[in-house]
């Protein structure tokens, strides 16, 4: 059993609990559910290699999780989860991804009119059933209408964290095969886009009916939908589709560009191709008259004959990429080693799901200088905010362990929210009393445009505040962004030397690629952090450091490239 597949079932557990009303257990599961999530390792492997006591060791898990997980990973089956489930409808998590559905309003509409489904819900809101219930009206119908739409959508394409993993694995399954010198993941997931819609493999092999036999009989394929001779199509459990294309070593790299798109720089590059009197396609640049061979051996060649430097996958969109190689101007991208230090974690003192202690040791692992313990502020009761004078002793406990910690700074802050008057929820004195405070909206999302510009807009005047979190609030294909003028927003954090934060966290990518660029280019500092929920969320950072790549950022744009001696320019309450 993967991961994601222990969660599930952990996560319908919490939607399920909480629908019979009960307390405090909903989170537990939750909790426990993202940390077997974001875990490194498989939950199966742990629980093979150390039974129940094993699965204590992970965080968030207690002895009644890991009683429930013990039996799931054992039997493949979980007693306590049938029985909830034989009482509400079975289609419940696909429902709680309805933005503005929770486990209450499902079970009024399983109960009132017998929905189960997200099928079952469009047809009620289509026929205009939804409106007269108790708490709902027409305005309701009409967003649960749009969320239906967003759900549907999300399904046809799986986030980059989700399908990054996989593709990993994949590429090192095919790799070691001995009749295989190379495979590479192209398409979609090697420019790192927020989200895939399939795989696309090259693999370089003298015995192509070999590949396509091993590959349409791996055992985590559910369906085969094509089978040739060096082209299969597989759809994987997981839900992801993976084309697989066995080519040869000198056509490799043309296969590789052609393959990695995206479609507009492969359509400009086809016709820069032409002008120079050759041919491109998936085999090699060719001359136009004869069909001699020219490049395609690597992607270098290719782009080389062409006259041009090879641009990062990342930014292949034609967005002007195309002209910066031809003229050798290409921006040297912010590289995946390059961050010193994570600015926005929780631990188990807000929604976190490990300790101070855990957080830090990970980010010591991860070769950082530095960490800011970031936890929730007082009106998050959901997210366990804390009270000002329970924050203050916070701030202190995390002091007297930063003393006694080395080989890392920990810095004492917090995320404070911003609430819907643009006032902080925090004073000024304690604000005063943390070495970083990451500034986020929260709650209210829908207000008016205007209304959300100068309630952000109007926090950034905070002198308190060093870092606008996820800038836009929006979650991928869950959540919109609100509405707001991000160019106002934008300009308020310049003006007042405020760094916009990339948000790391795999359904948040916020700021997205293209507002990256746009604040890049208005002046704007950036810092990349994970908004890490356990220590092995610290992991996710790639994921925006990719964003940012694929935002053209470089070293000298991101603040938390710097050494700790450096950050003191930038935030002001650091003192090294
Ligand atoms: P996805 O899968 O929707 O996330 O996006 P991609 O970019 O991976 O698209 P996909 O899987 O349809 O095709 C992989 C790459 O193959 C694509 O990025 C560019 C190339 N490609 C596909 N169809 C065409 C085409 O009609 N013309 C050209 N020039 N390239 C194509
Ligand atoms: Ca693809
Ligand atoms: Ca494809
Ligand atoms: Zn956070």
Known sequence: MKNSEAAKVLYDIADLLEMQGVDFKPQAY???????????????????????EGLKQIAGIGEGIAEKLDELLGTGKLKYYDELKKKFPAHISELMEVPGLGPKRIKLLHEKL?????????????????????????????????????????KERMLLGLALPIARE?????????????????????????????????????????????????????????????????????GLQVDVRVVEEKSFGAALQYFSGDIQHNVKLREIAIRKDFKLNEYGLFARKGSKYIAGKTEEEVYKALGMDCPEPEIRADRGEIEAAARHKLPKLIGYGSIKGDLHAHTTKSDGADGLDEMVSAAKKMGYEYI???????????????????????LKEIREFAKKTNGIRVLAGSEVSIKAS??????????KKM??????????????????????????????????GHPTGRLISRREPYEA??????????????????????????????????????????????????????????????????????????????????????????RV
């Open 372 to 394: 800011a313990i970031t936890d929730h502020s007082v009106s998050e009761r959901i997210a366990s905010g804390l009270k000002e004078e329970d924050m203050e002793k916070w």
């Open 114 to 154: 017998g929905i189960k489904s997200l099928g079952d819900l469009e047809k009620a809101a289509k026929s205009h059933r939804i409106a007269s219930l108790p708490g709902l009206g027409e305005k309701a119908e009409e967003d649960l209408l749009k969320g239906i739409g967003l759900v549907k959508k999300g």
């Open 30 to 52: 939750r909790k426990a559910a993202r940390s077997v999530e974001e875990l490194s390792e498989d939950v199966a492997e742990i629980h093979r290699k150390g039974g129940k």
């Open 485 to 574: 003028d991000m160019k106002a927003v934008i300009k308020a954090a310049v003006d007042n030397n405020i760094c916009l934060e990339i948000n790391s966290q795999p359904d948040r990518l916020d700021l997205k690629d293209t507002h990256v660029r746009e604040a890049k280019e208005m002046g704007a500092k950036f810092v990349i952090n994970t908004d890490a929920h356990s220590a092995a969320g610290l992991n996710y950072m790639e994921l925006g450091i990719a964003t940012a790549r694929r935002g053209w950022l470089g070293e000298k744009d991101v603040v938390s490239t710097l050494p700790l001696e450096e950050l003191p320019k930038y935030f002001r309450k650091i």
């Open 435 to 468: 070495d970083i405070v990451v500034a986020s909206v929260h709650s209210r999302f829908k207000s008016s445009r205007d209304e959300m510009t100068r309630r952000i807009v109007n926090a950034l005047g905070s002198k308190y505040i060093d870092i606008l």
């Open 170 to 238: 994949l590429e090192s399954r095919l790799g070691s095969l001995k009749f295989v010198s190379r495979a590479v993941v192209a398409g979609s997931l090697r420019r790192r886009q927020e989200t895939v819609g399939d795989l696309d493999i090259l693999v370089v092999s003298y015995k192509p009916k070999e590949v396509m036999d091993f590959f349409t009989s791996m055992k985590d394929v559910q369906r085969i939908l094509a089978k040739g001779e060096t082209k299969s199509s597989v759809l994987l459990r997981s």
């Open 422 to 431: 643009g006032e902080l929820d925090y004073s000024d004195d304690i604000l």
